[in-house]
Protein backbone atom coordinates (compact mmCIF):
# COMPACT_ATOMS: atom_id res chain seq x y z
CA UNK A 1 0.00 0.00 0.00
CA UNK A 2 2.95 1.94 0.15
CA UNK A 3 3.41 3.81 -3.06
CA UNK A 4 7.44 4.43 -2.75
CA UNK A 5 8.55 0.78 -1.74
CA UNK A 6 8.61 0.27 -5.51
CA UNK A 7 10.88 2.89 -5.89
CA UNK A 8 13.02 2.26 -2.68
CA UNK A 9 13.19 -1.43 -4.10
CA UNK A 10 14.35 -0.33 -7.71
CA UNK A 11 17.10 1.85 -6.31
CA UNK A 12 18.40 -0.77 -3.98
CA UNK A 13 18.25 -3.34 -6.81
CA UNK A 14 19.25 -1.40 -10.06
CA UNK A 15 22.64 -0.88 -9.44
CA UNK A 16 23.49 -4.85 -8.84
CA UNK A 17 21.71 -5.92 -11.56
CA UNK A 18 23.40 -3.14 -13.77
CA UNK A 19 26.57 -4.65 -12.40
CA UNK A 20 25.63 -8.75 -13.17
CA UNK A 21 24.60 -7.04 -17.21
CA UNK A 22 28.36 -5.38 -17.14
CA UNK A 23 29.86 -9.40 -15.90
CA UNK A 24 27.35 -11.15 -18.69
CA UNK A 25 28.26 -8.57 -21.24
CA UNK A 26 32.21 -9.28 -20.31
CA UNK A 27 31.85 -12.80 -20.40
CA UNK A 28 30.15 -12.76 -23.98
CA UNK A 29 32.32 -10.08 -25.53
CA UNK A 30 33.20 -12.79 -28.26
CA UNK A 31 29.88 -13.75 -28.97
CA UNK A 32 28.71 -13.08 -32.39
CA UNK A 33 25.05 -12.65 -30.55
CA UNK A 34 23.81 -11.67 -27.24
CA UNK A 35 20.85 -11.50 -25.61
CA UNK A 36 19.58 -8.92 -22.89
CA UNK A 37 15.94 -9.87 -21.60
CA UNK A 38 15.15 -6.34 -19.84
CA UNK A 39 11.67 -5.83 -18.57
CA UNK A 40 11.71 -2.11 -18.74
CA UNK A 41 14.59 -1.78 -21.71
CA UNK A 42 13.33 1.79 -23.08
CA UNK A 43 12.10 2.95 -19.70
CA UNK A 44 15.57 2.42 -17.85
CA UNK A 45 17.34 3.72 -21.10
CA UNK A 46 18.98 0.44 -22.03
CA UNK A 47 18.01 0.35 -25.17
CA UNK A 48 20.90 2.74 -26.06
CA UNK A 49 24.02 0.06 -25.91
CA UNK A 50 21.84 -2.53 -28.22
CA UNK A 51 22.48 -2.76 -31.68
CA UNK A 52 18.63 -4.23 -32.13
CA UNK A 53 15.57 -4.39 -29.94
CA UNK A 54 13.01 -7.17 -29.96
CA UNK A 55 9.73 -6.31 -28.58
CA UNK A 56 7.47 -9.00 -27.50
CA UNK A 57 3.91 -7.94 -28.09
CA UNK A 58 0.75 -9.10 -26.94
CA UNK A 59 -2.61 -7.69 -27.08
CA UNK A 60 -3.71 -5.44 -24.01
CA UNK A 61 -6.51 -8.37 -23.76
CA UNK A 62 -4.05 -11.34 -23.81
CA UNK A 63 -1.96 -9.19 -21.52
CA UNK A 64 -4.53 -9.43 -18.63
CA UNK A 65 -5.91 -12.46 -19.54
CA UNK A 66 -2.18 -13.60 -18.90
CA UNK A 67 -1.45 -11.40 -16.02
CA UNK A 68 -4.47 -12.09 -14.24
CA UNK A 69 -4.55 -16.05 -14.46
CA UNK A 70 -1.38 -15.68 -12.22
CA UNK A 71 -3.01 -14.40 -9.12
CA UNK A 72 -2.14 -10.94 -10.47
CA UNK A 73 -5.54 -8.33 -9.56
CA UNK A 74 -6.70 -5.87 -12.18
CA UNK A 75 -5.59 -3.27 -9.40
CA UNK A 76 -1.88 -4.39 -9.42
CA UNK A 77 -1.98 -4.90 -13.68
CA UNK A 78 -3.17 -1.43 -13.94
CA UNK A 79 -0.18 -0.24 -11.61
CA UNK A 80 1.86 -2.14 -13.89
CA UNK A 81 0.72 -1.12 -17.05
CA UNK A 82 1.13 2.52 -15.67
CA UNK A 83 4.64 1.65 -14.79
CA UNK A 84 5.52 0.91 -18.54
CA UNK A 85 5.32 2.45 -22.04
CA UNK A 86 2.34 1.88 -23.85
CA UNK A 87 2.56 -1.68 -25.88
CA UNK A 88 2.35 0.89 -29.25
CA UNK A 89 5.19 3.24 -28.67
CA UNK A 90 7.28 0.10 -27.22
CA UNK A 91 6.41 -1.55 -31.14
CA UNK A 92 7.22 1.50 -32.66
CA UNK A 93 10.70 2.24 -31.02
CA UNK A 94 11.77 -1.83 -31.90
CA UNK A 95 13.61 -2.96 -34.56
CA UNK A 96 11.61 -6.18 -34.95
CA UNK A 97 8.48 -7.38 -32.66
CA UNK A 98 7.95 -10.93 -31.83
CA UNK A 99 3.99 -11.28 -31.66
CA UNK A 100 3.30 -13.85 -28.67
CA UNK A 101 0.17 -14.87 -29.84
CA UNK A 102 0.91 -18.10 -29.89
CA UNK A 103 4.37 -20.33 -29.42
CA UNK A 104 4.37 -20.96 -32.70
CA UNK A 105 4.12 -17.64 -33.77
CA UNK A 106 6.36 -16.54 -31.53
CA UNK A 107 8.87 -19.57 -32.33
CA UNK A 108 8.71 -18.58 -36.28
CA UNK A 109 8.71 -14.91 -35.31
CA UNK A 110 12.48 -15.48 -33.45
CA UNK A 111 13.67 -17.76 -36.08
CA UNK A 112 13.38 -14.75 -38.42
CA UNK A 113 14.74 -12.08 -36.26
CA UNK A 114 18.18 -13.92 -35.65
CA UNK A 115 18.10 -15.10 -39.89
CA UNK A 116 17.87 -11.27 -40.07
CA UNK A 117 20.57 -10.36 -37.72
CA UNK A 118 22.88 -13.02 -38.38
CA UNK A 119 22.60 -11.30 -42.28
CA UNK A 120 23.34 -8.15 -40.63
CA UNK A 121 26.28 -9.51 -39.12
CA UNK A 122 27.92 -10.98 -42.15
CA UNK A 123 27.31 -7.73 -43.91
CA UNK A 124 29.32 -6.00 -41.55
CA UNK A 125 32.09 -8.81 -41.33
Given at each position: DDPTVLDRLN?????????DRARFLARTAD??????????LF???IDAVCHAVVVVSASLELQRKR?????????????????????????ARADYVVPTT????????????LADIRRW?????
Open positions: IAVHPLVAEAPIVLLDVPLESGVLMRGVTEAEFQVILSRQLPDAEKRGLDVARSAVKDVIAQDA
